[in-house]
C-alpha cells in the first residue's frame, strides 16, 4: 500500500490491483483532491481520527467503494467529496464536522441513508436530505431516494449548487417563496423532472440550473427570474408551458405544436414583463402563438394590444378554435374585431361541436354581432 504524503497531508494513493480495502496511515490530517478518484479497485477506507479535512473530489469516482467511516476529528468535507461513489450505501455524519461543501454526496446513487450525530450542532437530517441545523439551507438530497414530487420546505432560504443533481426519480418540485438563493446546477440533469415551481422572492441563481432537464414541460417563475445565462435551460427541448406571475397576477402561455420555448424565447417574455416601454419589449417576441396569448391576456391594459389583435384577427380567431379558448373569444367580442369571414369559421366551428361552450356563443354571434 503506498502513499505520497508530504508533512501531514496525503496527496496521492499509488494504486495496487491487489488492494481493496485502503487503511490510510495515522497522522494524516489531510486528504488531498482527487486523492483516491476514479479508482473501481477500492472497496472500503478506513480514515484515522487524526483526519481534520476532506478535500473536493477527494473519494469521488470510486465506483466500487461501499463502506467508509467518518471520524471524530474531520470538521471539513469539502464540495463533492464522495461524488458519483454509486455502491456507497451508508454514511455517517459526526458531531465535530463544522463545514459541507456543495453536494458530497452528488451521482452517490446507492446510497440509501445519511445519518448524523445528534450533538452535530451545524446539520440535521430530515428525511435523508441534508440540511443546515435551522433548515434554511439544503445541501443535498439523496438521488436514490424514490419520490417523484417534493415541496422544499418554508424555511429554506439557500439551495446550494448541484443539490438535485442527476436526480432521475423526481418528476414535480414545488419552491416556496421562502427561497431567495439557487446555486449552479442545482437541477441539472434531473431527466425526468416535468414541473418545477420557483420562488418569488429570488435574488440570486447560479448557472446552468435546469441543464439537460430533457423532458420539461412547465416552468412556474416569477416575472422577475433572470435568465440571463446562455446555459439555463441548455436541452431542455419540451418546454411547452410557462407560468409568469406577479404579484396580483398570473399568465398562462402554451406551445401546442411540436415546437418548445427556448432560451432567447424565454427571455424576451420576461423582459417584456420587466419592461419600462411595454410596446418596444413586445415588438421583440417574434412567436406569433405567445404574441396572441399575451395580447388577449393584457387587452385592457394597452391600446396597442388592441391593434395587434385587429391586425391578427384571423390568427387569432384559428388559434383560439384550436385551443377550445371560449373565454378568450368572448373577451374580444366588444371590440368587434371579426369578420365576416371569422364569423363563419366561428359558427361553422360550434355547429358541429354543439356540446360545446362554443355552441353558445354562436347564438350569440347569429343573432346580430
Known sequence: MSFQIRGNILYKYIYDDNISDIVIPYGVTEISMFCFSHNDNITSITIPNTVKRIKKFAIGNCHNLYKINIPDSVVI???????DCTSLKYFFIPESVKFIGENIFKGCTGLKIIEISEKNPNYIIDNNILFSRNMTEIFSYLPSKTDSRYIIPDSVKKINASVFECCSNLREIIMTDSVEIIGSLCFC???NLEYIRLSNSLRDTGRMLFMDCKNLLLISMPSSFSADDNDTFTNCRNIKELEIFFDRFNINLNLKSSSHFTLS?????????????AEDAFKEIKKWEYKIQIALYMIDNYDFFKVYIRKNINKTVKYLIDINDINSMQKILPFRFLTKKNIHEFTEYALNNKNSSFYDLFLKLSSGY
Request: aromatic share 18%; glycine share 0%; proline share 0%.
Open 77 to 83: 468535507i469539502d464540495s463533492y467529496a464522495f461524488s
Open 265 to 277: 424565447e424565454i427571455r424576451k417574455i420576461l423582459r417584456f414583463f420587466n419592461s419600462n416601454n
Open 189 to 191: 440533469n434531473c431527466c
